[in-house]
């Protein structure tokens, strides 16, 4: 697509960036940092992923307070309720759960004797950049 000016290109690539689909880099029970933001530094555990707009949820993080009225007849309680609000996942990064630190995964091949998955025991394995752990993967991909 041939842009006429500035502010159409910059107005594309706003669009191809927000079309583009980035499949989910956590699986349940990881823990998840953030980058940015005011929750800047936390730390929460993985709870859902918006696969539309790329968006992470975390337990406890980015947290919003509304009020709820009471509600008798369904005898639900009113008051202070707290939701969360969603990060985008390039803001956020997988902990790795030896060494504990912001990391990515990088993908390597591991030989071990015996290894029903290969003759030769050779198989890919996800491994943490900083501490070189294997960190278990959703394996349909291998
Ligand atoms: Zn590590």
């Known amino acids: 697509m041939a842009a006429k000016n500035r502010a159409a ?3 594309h690539k706003a669009e191809v960036m927000r079309s583009r689909r980035i499949p989910c880099p956590y699986i349940k029970g990881d823990i ?11 730390v929460g555990e993985f709870l859902a992923y918006d696969a539309k707009k790329n968006r992470v949820f975390l337990l406890g993080r980015m947290l919003v307070k509304h009020f709820v009225k009471a509600d008798p007849n369904n005898n639900k309680a009113g008051g202070e309720v707290h939701t969360e609000l969603s990060i985008h996942v390039s803001n956020t990064a997988l902990n790795c759960p030896h060494c504990s630190k912001p990391t990515r995964l990088v993908r390597r091949e591991t030989w071990s004797a015996g290894d029903e998955r290969n003759a030769a025991g050779m198989r890919w394995d996800w491994q943490c950049r900083e501490c070189g752990e294997s960190v278990p993967r959703n394996p349909k991909k291998d």
């Open 9 to 11: 290109r910059s107005r």
């Open 32 to 42: 998840v940092s953030v980058h940015t933001g005011k929750e800047l530094k936390a």
